[in-house]
Nanobody, 125 residues
Framework: QVQLVESGGGLVQAGGSLRLSCAASGRTESNYAMGWFRQAPGKEREFVSAVSWTGRSTNYADSVKGRFTISRDDAKNTVYLQMNSLKPEDTAVYYC??????????????????WGQGTQVTVSS
């Protein structure tokens, strides 16, 4: 059992930055790969980024590549999403998720077993 809690969302102007955090607790010794997804009103939950448990492999959606950076601090059991150059279309509820894999960084929701409650990110223009 893994519990995930996101934080760091908020309101920011276009071009600004936010850093999201996801604190994990429970059976983190299972060494899950971690991902970030987002969901805007009326839309499907979409992939943003993922990182293997070692941090060696990462994956990014084309829409955020070059602007967002995923990382993790295993000593703190925390995964981060640094979001720079934010655009209004980045507005969504952001969720962190723990994968069923340790090393694979898939982009589909079906590969993730545990989910946080989400944190709202709103980008104004």
């Amino acid at each position: 059992q893994v519990q995930l809690v996101e934080s760091g969302g908020g309101l920011v102007q276009a071009g600004g930055s936010l850093r999201l955090s996801c604190a994990a607790s429970g059976r983190t010794e299972s060494n899950y790969a971690m991902g970030w997804f987002r969901q805007a009103p009326g839309k499907e939950r979409e992939f943003v980024s993922a990182v293997s448990w070692t941090g060696r492999s990462t994956n990014y959606a084309d829409s955020v590549k070059g602007r967002f950076t995923i990382s993790r601090d295993d000593a703190k059991n925390t995964v981060y999403l640094q979001m720079n150059s934010l655009k209004p279309e980045d507005t969504a509820v952001y969720y962190c998720a723990a994968s069923i894999y340790s090393y694979r960084v898939y982009a589909t929701t079906t590969n993730y077993k545990y989910w946080g409650q989400g944190t709202q990110v709103t980008v104004s223009s």
